[in-house]
């Protein structure tokens, strides 16, 4: 397979299929740098600007349709623009209600009690992004035990955030280099790098650093780093590491929580976490997120906390935004009403699509792999990698394996096979993506004839 002229001929396509796609873009770079806000969005040779999403289906401005499975960054659960959530907008700006006030609101007295219902935790704050409820956790739990450093997973994307923007990519050294230019001096010593579900390596690490260490942060569902589940044990070691050393436990469940279930994934564990970062899913796609846990750290940000502890996660004039708690209220209480018909039925999908695209790779004599499985705590995962493995490797545990072109070929995962899976009408992310309640089984099955047909294709 010749893979740069597979690509020249993928993008020569792409280009005459997307016109107005390509003069949006042109027009876009004259005022924003690479022609947008969110360098992941942006991809080559120039992204799908969307005009309608419904569901599962996207229309771009060439008026291609498409079965999108990037849905939202992974937030949407129940497809675009569900019914429930816009139909309790419109009522809500028709009474005049919907903008900012700067008032605190009932809807997010509604929606903390909600979502304190079905997670560990005492209290709850809102923000706005998954980034700056990372960050504040991070500043949370320096503050609470009057300690610097943060042990993070490498491969771990935490967002674009001072305190964990280290460990994301790999390099001939490994996932150990600091990420950003700009951040505050000492960043690279603040933050200790380990390696994601290897217990021995968290074990010395502790070892090592112990009394200096202010948290651990992970992700029990990794997600930029290669869609893997945490093992119990692992989770267990970690909470009992964080205990013994004094040091504060984070979940950053921003992708996993509600996506596997109607609460975080720390509850299928049964490992609660002090601190846990929420985004994405939680606003029904308005801009949400939160940090819960209990109420001896919480209380941190509090006004009447003392002056040398207290932390300043209290800023945000569109913190819990009247409408986004709105949106989220509507979506929680879908998902938790509607528990069994949504989760067991995405996961199913999941599963179908992971077996379907390892045997239909296999069959044409690749090697691929899919992540993203589920495991016996947490079986219901509606997400979905594919890895092209340059080398035989079983199945794929760790991020230093995703983004390790040695092992994965990345390209072929995120360009070649992104542009022919658009080819055929699906838009797809790292490999595939996450399946939402309004896909249906038949455009899940017609993604699988899609790729059976690029099999088909690049084998020849
Ligand atoms: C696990 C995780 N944490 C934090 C973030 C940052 O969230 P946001 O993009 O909403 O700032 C992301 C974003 O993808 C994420 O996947």
């Not at 009247?322 to 989220?328: F, K, R, W, Y």
Request: glycine share 10%; with cysteine; charged share 25%.
């Amino acid at each position: 397979m010749d893979k740069k002229s597979l690509l020249d001929d993928l993008i020569k396509k792409y280009t005459l299929k997307h016109k107005k796609s390509e003069e949006i873009f042109g027009k876009a770079l004259k005022y924003q740098i690479r022609g947008g806000s969110h360098n992941l969005r942006l991809f080559a040779p120039f992204p799908i600007y969307d005009v309608q999403c419904l569901g599962s289906k996207v229309m771009d401005a060439d008026g291609n349709m498409y079965i999108d499975f990037w849905q939202g960054h992974f937030a949407n659960i129940l497809g675009h623009n569900p019914k429930i959530v816009l139909n309790a907008l419109v009522e809500y700006f028709q009474e005049e209600q919907g903008l900012t006030t700067g008032f605190p609101g009932n809807y997010q007295r509604e929606l903390a009690e909600l979502i304190l219902k079905r997670i560990e935790a005492d209290k709850i704050r809102f923000t706005t992004s998954g980034t700056l409820a990372t960050m504040y956790s991070l500043m949370l739990a320096k503050a609470f035990t009057k300690r610097e450093l943060v042990v993070k997973v490498g491969g771990g994307w935490h967002g674009a955030q001072p305190y964990a923007l280290k460990g994301i990519s790999v390099y001939d050294q490994g996932i150990n280099q600091v990420e950003s230019a700009g951040l505050p001096t000492g960043v690279d010593s603040m933050i200790v790098m380990t390696r994601f579900n290897d217990t021995e390596d968290l074990e010395n690490k502790f070892r090592t650093y112990g009394e200096r260490i202010a948290c651990l942060i992970l992700e029990p569902f990794i997600g930029a780093g290669g869609f893997i589940f945490s093992h119990k044990d692992y989770l267990q070691r970690a909470r009992e590491l964080t205990r013994q050393y004094g040091s504060l436990l984070i979940f950053d469940e921003v992708i996993s929580g509600f996506r596997f279930h109607p609460g975080g994934v720390h509850s299928l564990y049964g490992i609660k976490p002090d601190l846990t970062a929420f985004g994405k899913a939680i606003g029904g796609g308005m801009p949400v997120s939160a940090v819960a846990g209990g109420d001896d750290v919480m209380a941190l940000c509090s006004p009447e906390a003392r002056t040398e502890e207290k932390v300043k996660f209290e800023g945000g004039t569109f913190s819990a935004h009247p409408a986004s708690m709105l949106a989220g209220l509507t979506y929680i209480k879908y998902l938790i009403e509607h528990e069994s018909e949504i989760y067991p039925v995405i996961g199913e999908l999941g599963a179908k699509v992971r077996k379907g695209i390892e045997e239909i790779f296999t069959s044409y004599g690749f090697n691929v792999k899919c992540t993203g499985y589920g495991n016996s705590i947490a079986e219901n995962s509606s997400i979905v990698g594919v890895q092209f493995l340059s080398e035989k490797v079983d199945r794929i545990t760790s991020p230093e394996q995703v983004w390790n072109p040695k092992i994965c070929d990345i390209e072929l995962r995120e360009k070649i096979f992104k542009l022919a899976m658009l080819e055929r009408g699906f838009n797809i992310f790292h490999g595939y993506g996450a399946i939402s309640a309004a896909h249906t089984g038949s455009e899940i099955q017609a993604s699988l004839d899609a790729v059976e047909k690029i099999a088909m294709e690049w084998r020849k």
